[in-house]
């Protein structure tokens, strides 16, 4: 999913999950101009340019099998499918049961994490959000456990815990086999809106309303406003959790 330093794949996976995954039949719908505009592909590209790219993002998740996709008039409809990419139907995960899986807040979209963030520091928050409070994973275990090259999970918890998405604790154990008779061990949690403790007890929450969510980019320094294709963000504060299994 991740070519170089490209995250778009991650990225629309994680936007068509989010506004997809609240309810059956676990889709979402709208114009391909919205499509671009959320993903902000249209701010560096002329508009032909911008579309292309959004189409090939799509048909990368789609070879995946992690979506289905289809044109309904001038709108893009997309399916999930399981995260697996064994292209079965997806099912939306509520209890231990269901497998592993965790939330990620809508305050991502919202606040603009999705754009403040390296692609390094994505990927590593979504680890970081699997993991209990307090977590230990050497930098060498994470290539061999998630496919994540040493260097990237520096870079991308050094980044988080900068951003105060993540707190680190860092403790000295004697250690018989190092050189110098102790090793470093660091600890990792994950605080505020990203805590375990705040999204648990979101997902506890049952909105008052079936209100959609919708996430609009605002370029607020230059006081651009969304078109009037693209609905506004429902900013419910009850409703503000997407699934990843």
Request: charged fraction near 30%.
């Amino acid at each position: 999913m991740l070519r170089g330093r490209d995250g778009s794949t991650l990225d629309a996976y994680l936007l068509i999950h989010a506004m997809a995954s609240a309810s059956e039949p676990y889709r979402a719908a709208y114009f391909s101009s919205s499509w671009v505009r959320l993903m902000r592909f249209d701010q560096d590209a002329a508009p032909a340019a911008a579309s292309s790219r959004w189409s090939k993002t799509a048909t990368r998740l789609e070879k995946l099998k992690l979506i289905e996709r289809k044109r309904v008039g001038n709108v893009q409809e997309y399916h999930l499918l399981d995260e697996a990419g064994n292209g079965e139907p997806y099912k939306r995960p509520t209890k231990l049961a269901d497998g592993r899986w965790f939330s990620l807040p809508y305050e991502y979209w919202l606040d603009g994490w999705d754009a403040k963030l390296s692609t390094a520091e994505k990927v590593m928050l979504l680890i970081a959000l699997d993991q209990p409070d307090g977590f230990q994973i050497p930098y060498d275990r994470f290539s061999k456990w998630y496919g994540v090259s040493e260097s990237t999970a520096k870079r991308g918890l050094t980044g988080l815990a900068r951003r105060g998405i993540i707190d680190v604790n860092t403790d000295w154990h004697i250690n018989g086999r190092s050189e110098f008779g102790w090793v470093e061990v660091r600890s990792y949690t994950t605080v505020g809106i990203w805590s375990k403790s705040e999204r648990d007890a979101l997902m506890k929450t049952k909105p008052k309303r079936h209100t959609p969510i919708v996430f609009v980019p605002v370029n607020a320094e230059e006081g651009v406003s969304p078109s009037d294709d693209t609905p506004a963000p429902a900013r419910d504060p009850q409703c503000r959790r997407c699934q990843v299994k």
